[in-house]
């Protein structure tokens, strides 16, 4: 099983729809969960980090399931800015120090 | 204003040469990493730095050399010996205990 995995898209989706992306991850003892923003030819940008009880930022909500090793990001009435590359990134406390695993992304394309 | 900075932006090299990407940082960080991103992958941790005159090889570090000499400074060394060196260069820097990493603009580098 890969690290963490999530589907590639892309999602095509109209402005103002709701769209959801889910990501997978196989180590059960990370802690930290982030989802990192990426635009074409651009370095990632930290969209939000995700908590146990569910958080939300503006549009955005990020939910995280550690039973199931499976975490959410849930934008709502997508606007044309929105479009970029999600990335899914989770820590490896087996490695020393402080390691971030990388999903290969989920492309989204906002249009009008 | 802090940030971090990459320099060239871009880099072309003929096989065989050895080249060094220049990161710098001016958010007062301890930790330093240097990630590769390929087309459609995601991010591959080459090698990692918690503190001055320390560092740990990441995943794919053959064929990579780094220093440490300044807290603010992390260079990465493209050395001849990597085979497949054309990819997109990525140096990050964190807060030591706090898993959220922030990137430079990156380097692409390509062999000619």
């Known amino acids: 099983r890969k690290e963490v995995e999530q589907d590639p898209g892309p999602f095509n989706v109209p402005e103002g729809a709701t769209v959801a992306f889910n990501c997978t991850y196989s180590n059960s003892a990370s802690q930290s969960f982030f989802w990192y923003r990426q635009d074409c030819r651009k370095e990632p940008k930290l969209l939000m980090s995700v908590y146990s009880s569910g958080n939300e930022d503006g549009r955005f909500t990020a939910q995280l399931n550690r039973a199931s090793q499976y975490i959410s990001l849930l934008i709502r009435d997508s606007k044309l800015s929105d479009s970029a590359t999600y990335l899914c990134v989770v820590n490896s406390p087996n490695q020393a120090g402080t390691a971030l695993i990388f999903g290969k992304g989920t492309t989204l394309s906002v249009s009008s | 204003d802090g940030g971090i900075t990459q320099s060239p932006k871009y880099l072309f090299r003929k096989e065989g040469q050895n080249v060094t990407l220049s ?20 991010l591959r941790l080459i090698y990692y730095s918690q503190i001055v005159n320390d560092f740990q090889k990441g995943d794919i570090a053959e064929g ?34 706090m898993d959220e990493q922030f990137f430079g603009p990156g380097t692409r580098l390509t062999v000619l």
């Not at chain 2, 990161?23 to 995601?42: S, T, V």
């Not at chain 2, 497949?84 to 030591?96: E, G, H, M, Q, V």
């Open chain 2, 23 to 42: 990161c710098e940082q001016n958010l007062n960080h301890d930790a330093m990493y240097w990630y590769r991103q390929d087309p459609g992958q995601g």
């Open chain 2, 64 to 97: 990579y050399s780094v220093s440490r000499e300044k807290k603010e400074s992390f260079p990465l060394t493209v050395t001849s010996a990597q085979k497949n060196p054309t990819a997109f260069y990525l140096c990050a820097s964190s807060i030591i205990g």
